[in-house]
């Protein structure tokens, strides 16, 4: 089935620095890309949506120029979290949408903020 | 204001017994997504429902939507340990965007 590798799993950083995560669609081409933020024992709750060639629409709440999302290829969406402080840290996950079949999840990226 | 909400958001039960998680949505979204999730880890594609009436079963596992009623369940039968699992249901609205409901934590015990 359709696979999108995130990357890294696991980044720990200092506060004050910046942060990139990968999210591949391996075997297919996602025009959008979704990203996610899950705290602990919560749900995931969409930060913003991908898309390839185009600026990303971000939702109610979430800082644009915190949070950079790019989409340059059809199969690489990078989400960039700048100047991290501790209450970034938090479980990224993306997501690509694969037609009838749903959504293809990426394994997610624990990021620590120290 | 779109809502997904879940219940039981706990649920601790006995190998072998049945059970159901409910989750009622806000909109006229006829598309229903279940996940699983374990400790630590991402997301897990359960079932995909795309019409009124759909009913879809995987192992011990059964999932059913009712668009009208805006609920879709998630049916569990003779429950294993290995279902120990946070299982969440999400909505598709326009523009794809999925809006997830909190999550059932559900523990099977021996």
């Known amino acids: 089935g359709a696979v999108v590798s995130q990357h890294p799993s696991r980044v720990i950083c200092k506060s004050g620095t910046s942060v990139k995560i990968e999210c591949r669609s391996l075997d297919f081409q996602a025009t959008t890309m979704f990203w996610y933020r899950q705290f602990p024992k919560q749900s995931l709750m969409l930060m913003a949506t991908?898309?390839?060639?185009?600026?990303?629409?971000?939702e109610q709440g979430v800082e644009k120029d915190k949070f950079l999302i790019n989409h340059a290829s059809l199969t690489l969406s990078t989400l960039t979290v700048t100047s991290a402080h501790p209450e970034d840290s938090s479980f990224y996950i993306c997501?690509?949408?694969?037609?009838?079949?749903?959504?293809?999840f990426g394994s997610g990226t624990r990021l620590t903020v120290v | 204001e779109l809502k997904v909400e879940q219940n039981p958001l706990f649920l601790s039960m006995q190998e072998g017994k049945n059970y159901t998680i409910y989750c009622n949505y806000s909109t006229t979204s006829d598309r229903l997504y279940w996940y699983r999730q374990d400790p630590g880890k991402s997301l897990e594609s359960l079932f995909v429902?795309?019409?009124?009436?759909a009913v879809k079963q995987e192992g011990r596992l059964m999932a059913s939507l009712d668009t009208k009623a805006r609920l879709s369940t998630l049916h569990i039968t003779a429950a294993v340990h290995d279902l120990s699992a946070t299982y969440f249901c999400?909505?598709?609205?326009?523009?794809?965007?999925?809006?997830f409901g909190e999550g059932t934590q559900l523990t099977v015990n021996p």
């Open positions: 997501s690509a949408l694969q037609g009838i079949d749903g959504y293809t």
């Open positions: 429902l795309l019409s009124n009436g």
């Open positions: 999400a909505e598709e609205t326009s523009g794809s965007r999925l809006t």
């Open positions: 991908s898309n390839e060639g185009s600026k990303a629409t971000y």
